[in-house]
T-cell receptor, first 108, second 114 residues
Framework: DAKTTQPPSMDCAEGRAANLPCNHS???????VYWYRQIHSQGPQYIIH???NNETNEMASLIITEDRKSSTLILPHATLRDTAVYYC?????????FGTGTSLTVIP | DAGVIQSPRHEVTEMGQEVTLRCKPI?????LFWYRQTMMRGLELLIY????????DSGMPEDRFSAKMPNASFSTLKIQPSEPRDSAVYFC????????????FGSGTRLTVV
């Protein structure tokens, strides 16, 4: 049911920006893009969501392309605690269907 | 707010036994979701409720699985009888139906059936 495609893994140097891409080419006009992350053994944690405009909060920024077929989650200054699996999700009818996500490793 | 509370955190049971997992959603949230996570299948949506009413249980794997939400502050997921392949981490999440905000997940129950 997942409507998104993400690279399986990425590395990022500590202190640098982590840019996590996501493709959602079949997204409908009123469907939002959400990002969650899951740190080992914990429940998924909400990060950010957006429809068409770029969004920023205290955790991250979300850049959505004009055609809405892809997006990028940006962690501006990655720390070791940001090592986790990051899920890009297109919400369908009030439900979240998780794909396989991107395993981000922040390297000291 | 204590967040979504799940109990127990860990459960070890023998094959054939009944297992009950519990979830207390965030006060004021009117939707509740049960997920299962395994290495092989990732995070799977099992069932969800809106205003205590089950909306879609198509993700429930077998008739051995059942879920109830008797009131707005409590839900259970029951497996009877349990089998080794039910071993997984079970997550509960709650949110506001129709809201664009994300849902909040609990810390999960790690179930091991031996």
């Amino acid at each position: 049911d997942a409507k998104t495609t993400q690279p399986p893994s990425m590395d990022c140097a500590e202190g640098r920006a982590a840019n996590l891409p996501c493709n959602h080419s079949t997204i409908s006009g009123n469907e939002y893009v959400y990002w969650y992350r899951q740190i080992h053994s914990q429940g998924p944690q909400y990060i950010i969501h957006g429809l068409k405009n770029n969004e920023t909060n205290e955790m991250a920024s979300l850049i959505i392309t004009e055609d809405r077929k892809s997006s990028t989650l940006i962690l501006p200054h990655a720390t070791l605690r940001d090592t986790a699996v990051y899920y890009c999700i297109v919400r369908v009818d009030n439900q979240f269907y998780f794909g396989t996500g991107t395993s981000l490793t922040v390297i000291p | 707010d204590a967040g979504v509370i799940q109990s127990p955190r860990h459960e070890v049971t023998e094959m054939g036994q009944e297992v009950t997992l519990r979830c207390k959603p965030i006060s004021g949230h009117n939707s509740l979701f049960w997920y299962r996570q395994t290495m092989m299948r990732g995070l799977e949506l099992l069932i969800y409720f809106n205003n205590n009413v089950p909306i879609d249980d198509s993700g429930m794997p077998e008739d051995r699985f059942s879920a109830k939400m008797p009131n707005a502050s409590f839900s259970t997921l029951k497996i009877q009888p349990s089998e080794p392949r039910d071993s997984a981490v079970y997550f509960c999440a709650s949110g506001l139906w129709g809201s664009n905000y994300g849902y909040t997940f609990g810390s999960g129950t790690r179930l091991t059936v031996v």
